[in-house]
Every structure is written in structure tokens, then in C-alpha cells.
């Protein structure tokens, strides 16, 4: 299966702050499908991003990724208070569809 | 606007089996493909399996011999059948609707194995 490894583990950044997070893929994610999905406590994950860039519905254009192959960037440009969360990336190239551990984006 | 509900025990004893709904209102599930997820604190997010609005499945490699999916398109509804529970089948189950990616989610129910 496609192990996904996402870093940092954790991220320390104020409002207004750039946001770079990575996730990195043991084999080539198939047609890029690769998908970022913010999640905040006691809700479920909320899709961001598919096809490695481009947003889901109502997603604002703060939020931004890219990559190819093995390795996948979601950015947030200018944090807002609401961003702070848990970001996950999962990959649905290949089966079993994989998801990554996840990087939490917390207010320092 | 499609919204799932996910639907079940919220507690179950160990060997038996675990069976779930999600109800989809606002749309019709005949159209899409639909998943099964979990979350767990020591396995994080796993996908389980998915069922198309006609009934064919795909299941994860590590679930399979255990799960078993349906789709009931006349009550708007797919389910999930998980036997032979052991205490790390603890987790919060979501059902989501499948376009490749996951574009929409029940809001989860947390189902615990124990005795």
C-alpha cells in the first residue's frame, strides 16, 4: 500500500503567519489524486483540496497545493483564527486508498 | 444539499458483529460511490471500503475477510457490517460520499468494543 508520511508533526504559527505543510508518498500517487482535508476537534474531516490543487467548493483561495508524484505541499497563505486544526493529506490513486498521519497547525 | 447520518450501537462486545447505516438525505446514492472511514487515536484515519449506488464493492485488504457492505438505494441508505470486533475496532466510523476524493461527510458515531 502507499504510505503516507505528513511534516512537521506539529506547526507553531500566530494568525497572519504562512502556512507550509507536507506530505511525502512511499510510491507515486497515481494521476496526482491526492486530496488535503482539514479537520477541527469533535467534526469530521472537510475536504480542501483534490487533484493535488485544485479547491473544493467554497474553499477559500487562501489555501493553495501543489506537488506531483511523491511528494505534496498544501499552503495557507495568511493564517485566520478558524485555520487552526488538524491537515490531513489521503491518497486514492491506488487501493487501499491511504490516508497520512496528519500535521496539527496550533496557535502559538 | 446531500447530508449523511450515520446511525448504530454505540457499544459493542467483543467477537460480535458491528452493524451501521448512513442514511443520505437530499440526494439520491444511486449516482455516486460511497465510503466507509474510521478514526482511531492509535491507527488514525483508515479507509474501510466503498459501494457504488448498484451494489459492487471494494474493500481494504485489511478489513476484508471481516466487512461486509450494502446499499438499500429504496431507503437511501448503504451499510456496514464489521464481525469478529476486537477492542481496537474502537473508533469513530464515518460514511462519506466517494468522487475519488472524500467530498462529503456524515458527521461520524463512535463505536466502542468492549464487555
Known amino acids: 500500500e502507499n504510505v503516507l508520511t505528513q511534516s512537521p508533526g506539529t506547526l507553531s504559527l500566530s494568525p497572519g503567519e504562512r502556512a507550509s505543510l507536507s506530505c511525502r508518498a512511499s510510491?507515486?500517487?497515481?494521476?496526482?489524486?491526492l486530496a488535503w482535508y482539514q479537520q477541527k476537534p469533535g467534526q469530521a474531516p472537510r475536504l480542501l483540496i483534490y487533484g493535488a490543487s485544485s479547491r473544493a467548493t467554497g474553499i477559500p483561495d487562501r489555501f493553495s497545493a501543489s506537488g506531483s508524484g511523491t511528494d505534496f505541499t498544501l499552503t495557507i497563505s495568511r493564517l485566520e483564527p478558524e485555520d487552526f486544526a488538524v491537515y490531513f493529506c489521503q491518497q486514492y490513486g491506488s487501493s487501499p486508498f491511504t490516508f497520512g498521519p496528519g500535521t496539527k497547525v496550533h496557535i502559538k | 444539499q446531500v447530508q449523511l447520518q450515520e446511525s448504530g450501537p454505540g457499544l459493542v462486545k467483543p467477537s460480535e458483529t458491528l452493524s451501521l447505516s448512513c442514511t443520505a438525505s437530499?440526494?439520491?446514492?444511486?449516482?455516486?460511490?460511497w465510503s466507509w472511514i474510521r478514526q482511531s487515536a492509535g491507527k488514525g484515519l483508515e479507509w474501510i471500503g466503498h459501494i457504488s449506488g448498484s451494489g459492487s464493492t471494494s474493500c481494504n485488504p485489511s478489513l476484508k475477510s471481516r466487512v461486509t457492505m450494502s446499499v438499500d438505494t429504496s431507503k437511501n441508505q448503504f451499510s456496514l457490517k464489521l464481525n469478529s470486533l476486537i477492542a481496537a475496532d474502537t473508533a469513530v466510523y464515518y460514511c462519506a460520499r466517494l468522487r475519488g476524493h472524500l467530498d462529503l461527510w456524515g458527521r461520524g458515531i463512535l463505536v466502542t468494543v468492549s464487555s
Open positions: 437530499g440526494g439520491s446514492i444511486s449516482t455516486y460511490y
Open positions: 510510491q507515486n500517487v497515481n494521476s496526482n489524486f
